[in-house]
């Protein structure tokens, strides 16, 4: 096998504000392994929370020796062994390495990767959609338009430094759209007696779930805040490893599975083992991503009861296709691999 790589800058169609941050744009390093005239592709992209610049993953990338190999098929049970990189590889660049082993074997044997992975059928999955802290007029307004493009699920950023603005934007994403499921993500804003105060008050307004209230790096405290919690608590930032999800299974009601943040689709389904029974239930979750770095998770996406997959569909323009999603509803392709295809520049312009 060879392997190629490209960094691509992906903008947003507008800024993505949460409680720790702004994000207008981010770096997307392409991933390509080739084997006797097929290709397999995988994504990794930048961000600041994590400690990945396209610097740091594209040294990572080119680190990697795909002709010790003699196939796609034993690189990818290397990969599920543990042997195929050192253990400090950022789990972005393993989840990366995955899937595209996954797309190059997929492709090979004519089968798509949910078939590899022993899903029955094309998993198809009502996607959350994400609408930043921004003011109320514009979040209605946004509310509105997604639900009537068929959208069911929103995600609502949170974490003001006024706890009101945020009650105030749930509010008025209600009565503009007042079928939809709302889901609430401060990413880890609270204090534990903010989250005591707020999470009652959010549960009268309906909100189904919230993800990582408090802080992370003190799960002991979420899992307790979960146990008196009127409402859903979903652990992300304190969910990262196989090890987290261990300490908190049945405890919290739900983990965010992020294949950047947990190492890929073989990691995320040895987590799906690990909480099956206890009660806790999963969130697939995403970064703002191309179509390329999002369908992994879509072959998944039947394990999980909440899809949180619109990372491409923050985008103002996607350079892949093939996961849908604009309808409110992400589909996993039948075609070989991960049924994604690159946009040409010529596509683009033509549209």
Same mark, same amino acid.
């Given at each position: 096998?060879?392997?190629?790589?490209?960094?691509?800058?992906?903008?947003?169609?507008?800024?993505? =504000?949460?409680?720790?941050?702004?994000?207008?744009?981010?770096?997307?390093?392409?991933?390509?392994?080739?084997?006797?005239?097929?290709?397999?592709?995988?994504?990794? &992209?930048?961000?600041?929370?994590?400690?990945? /610049?396209?610097?740091?993953?594209?040294?990572?990338?080119?680190?990697?020796?795909?002709?010790?190999?003699?196939?796609?098929?034993? %690189?990818?049970?290397?990969?599920?062994?543990?042997?195929?990189?050192?253990?400090?590889?950022?789990?972005?660049?393993?989840?990366?390495?995955?899937?595209?082993?996954?797309?190059?074997?997929?492709?090979?044997?004519?089968?798509? &990767?949910?078939?590899?992975?022993?899903?029955?059928?094309?998993?198809?999955?009502?996607?959350?959609?994400?609408?930043?802290?921004?003011?109320?007029?514009?979040?209605?307004?946004?509310?509105?338009?997604?639900?009537?493009?068929?959208?069911?699920?929103?995600?609502?950023?949170?974490?003001?430094?006024?706890?009101?603005?945020?009650?105030?934007?749930? =509010?008025?994403?209600? /009565?503009?759209?007042?079928? &939809?499921?709302?889901?609430? +993500?401060?990413?880890?804003?609270?204090?534990? @007696?903010?989250?005591?105060?707020?999470? @009652?008050?959010?549960?009268?307004?309906?909100?189904? %779930?919230?993800?990582?209230?408090?802080? @992370?790096?003190?799960?002991?405290?979420?899992?307790?805040?979960?146990?008196?919690?009127?409402?859903?608590?979903? %652990?992300?930032?304190?969910?990262?490893?196989?090890? /987290?999800?261990?300490?908190?299974?049945?405890?919290?009601?739900?983990?965010? $599975?992020?294949?950047?943040?947990?190492?890929?689709?073989?990691?995320?389904?040895?987590?799906?083992?690990?909480?099956?029974?206890?009660?806790?239930?999963?969130?697939?979750?995403?970064?703002?991503?191309?179509?390329?770095?999002?369908?992994?998770? $879509?072959?998944? %996406?039947?394990?999980?009861?909440?899809?949180?997959?619109?990372?491409?569909?923050?985008?103002?323009? +996607?350079?892949?296709?093939?996961?849908?999603?604009?309808?409110?509803?992400?589909?996993?392709?039948?075609?070989?691999?991960?049924? &994604?295809?690159?946009?040409?520049?010529?596509?683009?312009?033509?549209?």
């Amino acid at each position: 096998m060879k392997a190629t790589r490209r960094t691509v800058r992906l903008e947003l169609t507008e800024p993505l =504000r949460i409680s720790r941050s702004t994000m207008s744009a981010r770096d997307a390093v392409w991933l390509t392994l080739e084997h006797d005239g097929l290709y397999g592709h995988g994504e990794a &992209v930048t961000s600041v929370y994590y400690g990945l /610049d396209a610097r740091f993953l594209e040294g990572r990338f080119a680190a990697l020796d795909p002709a010790r190999f003699p196939d796609p098929e034993s %690189a990818l049970e290397a990969l599920r062994a543990g042997e195929w990189a050192a253990g400090d590889t950022p789990p972005a660049v393993t989840a990366a390495v995955d899937a595209a082993l996954l797309d190059l074997v997929g492709k090979r044997a004519g089968r798509p &990767v949910h078939t590899l992975l022993g899903a029955p059928a094309a998993p198809v999955a009502a996607t959350a959609r994400t609408i930043g802290i921004t003011d109320p007029v514009h979040a209605a307004a946004q509310a509105r338009a997604l639900a009537a493009n068929g959208f069911r699920i929103l995600k609502l950023k949170a974490g003001t430094p006024d706890p009101e603005d945020d009650i105030e934007r749930v =509010r008025v994403v209600r /009565d503009a759209a007042p079928a &939809v499921r709302i889901l609430l +993500d401060p990413n880890g804003a609270w204090t534990v @007696p903010q989250a005591e105060a707020l999470l @009652p008050r959010y549960a009268e307004l309906g909100v189904e %779930a919230v993800e990582q209230p408090l802080a @992370p790096g003190d799960p002991e405290a979420l899992a307790r805040l979960a146990e008196r919690s009127p409402l859903p608590v979903v %652990a992300d930032e304190d969910a990262v490893s196989l090890d /987290d999800v261990r300490r908190l299974a049945g405890r919290v009601h739900g983990v965010n $599975v992020k294949l950047a943040k947990c190492g890929g689709v073989h990691a995320a389904l040895r987590i799906a083992e690990t909480v099956e029974g206890s009660g806790t239930e999963l969130m697939l979750g995403c970064l703002t991503a191309s179509s390329l770095g999002l369908a992994p998770a $879509v072959h998944l %996406a039947d394990r999980a009861r909440w899809a949180d997959l619109d990372g491409h569909l923050l985008l103002a323009h +996607d350079p892949w296709t093939g996961i849908g999603g604009t309808d409110g509803l992400v589909r996993a392709s039948d075609r070989p691999g991960l049924g &994604v295809e690159e946009i040409t520049r010529q596509e683009v312009s033509a549209a």
